[in-house]
């Protein structure tokens, strides 16, 4: 009877640990199969990565389409069937010039792809592109339906450096705006006007701290916005008396709308933060939750610039006041120099967290309680190939799917890029 019991419960055991188990297998490997310059050399392509359902968006800032890094992204469609990825289109500006670096930021949201072009026009000033799917679909060359701009451009701005898009609003950071001071940055924000995105646009509203965090802040390097929440952060800001420690801002769109110039709702810190953490260097948010990349960041008894990622959930009298994290995100078996937190990309309960100085990507499952404490990763990605080819610099997930690019491989042509597709198997076969 005993043996009978512990047999029992060793099974159940066994289903539970398969329930909850995920298994992330690689389905398919990117690359620019259209060469748009010729030769596919030093393209980096895996820039940046985006996907929305079965599109995916791949930039290739330094490919050479009309010019020397003009840059370039690459449409895929996935078959979910099949699970076959096939490049589909290819997006280039009709009035592209040298080192523009297009592609160095995309976004998808349906069938409006926003592409960053963060070295455009004279002196680094930055656009950011507009694409919509064509009547015909996503197929072949296209150029921009719309261009955006800051109506206060200027001079090493890098407007573009990052783009994201929600239904009909956009957001574009600039990171080296230097209004408030030199290169603290500035978030814009593009409402879609009523006759469609078309011609050369200007922003409705720009968004900036209410206390300037000083020269170099970096607001804009990364951005991410869902419905009327916009979430960024100065990267390099100085926090109670620590240089780059890194601070994060929500902005919450007013009830008179985007409009004119506004600031922070809430701000966001690590309970636990240092000097040159870096808090913000990457940032996502989805259903009311908020992560932020610290790749710097040396939790007590880590290893040095061992990294870490930081969740904030939305409290429930919203995103207001100052507002620390409710999850560490850490690696189980982090090295030095590994910088977790590099990028990251957030969809339901899942986050994956790219890294800057190992080939690796991390996956994170929210925990039955939530996102709360300390947690380690329940799955471990690294790259099947050799050399420093900078593997989960960028990273995307979709419901059951991540792609991480590593835009420095050398399997086709040097520094050419490559994109690798995994699913969870585990939740494709429906058993989550």
Do not use: C
């Not at 290819?90 to 998808?108: E, F, H, K």
């Not at 966001?268 to 790749?295: E, H, P, R």
């Amino acid at each position: 009877m005993i043996k009978i019991n512990i047999t029992i419960l060793i099974f159940l055991m066994t289903i539970s640990v398969q329930i909850n188990a995920t298994v992330w297998n690689e389905q398919a490997q990117l690359v620019a199969d259209i060469s748009l310059d010729g030769t596919g050399d030093n393209d980096e392509f895996g820039s940046a990565v985006a996907m929305d359902a079965n599109i995916i968006v791949v930039g290739a800032k330094a490919n050479d389409p009309v010019a020397a890094n003009s840059g370039a992204a690459y449409v895929y469609l996935v078959n979910e069937a099949t699970g076959l990825t096939t490049e589909i289109a290819q997006l280039v500006v009709s009035n592209g010039t040298s080192s523009d670096l297009l592609g160095s930021s995309v976004a998808i949201d349906g069938d409006v792809i926003v592409v960053g072009a963060y070295q455009a026009y004279s002196n680094d000033q930055g656009r950011a592109y507009i694409f919509e799917k064509p009547e015909s679909g996503w197929a072949g060359v296209l150029n921009e339906s719309a261009i955006l701009q800051a109506s206060n451009r200027g001079s090493n701005d890098e407007f573009g450096f990052s783009v994201d898009i929600d239904f009909e609003t956009i957001v574009v950071g600039a990171r080296g705006e230097d209004e408030a001071s030199g290169a603290a940055g500035a978030l814009y924000v593009f409402e879609q006007p009523n006759d469609g995105w078309s011609g050369v646009l200007e922003e409705d509203a720009k968004l900036i701290p209410s206390v300037s965090q000083g020269n170099n802040g970096y607001l804009g390097r990364s951005v991410s916005i869902e419905g009327d929440v916009i979430v960024s952060a100065a990267y390099l800001a100085t926090v109670n008396g620590n240089d780059d420690q890194g601070h994060g801002y929500v902005f919450v769109k007013p009830q008179a709308g985007w409009s004119g110039t506004l600031t922070e709702s809430a701000e966001l810190l690590a309970s636990d933060g240092q000097q040159f953490d870096k808090l913000g260097i990457s940032v996502d948010m989805d259903n009311g939750t908020i992560v932020l990349g610290a790749y710097l960041a040396e939790p007590p008894g880590s290893n040095s610039n061992q990294g870490a990622a930081y969740v904030y959930t939305q409290p429930n009298g919203g995103w207001s006041g100052t507002i620390f994290e409710s999850a560490i995100l850490v690696s189980s078996k982090p090295g030095n120099n590994e910088e977790l937190g590099f990028a990251v990309s957030m969809h339901k309960n899942t986050i994956a967290v790219g890294t800057g100085g190992y080939d690796r990507t991390y996956i994170f499952t929210e925990p039955d309680t939530g996102w709360t404490d300390t947690i380690t990763e329940t799955n471990l990605i690294q790259e099947d190939a050799s050399g420093d080819n900078d593997f989960g610099k960028s990273v995307a997930v979709y419901n059951n799917r991540v792609v991480v690019t590593a835009l420095l491989d050398d399997d086709l042509h040097t520094n050419a890029g490559k994109a690798y597709v995994y699913i969870d198997e585990i939740f494709k076969n429906g058993l989550e």
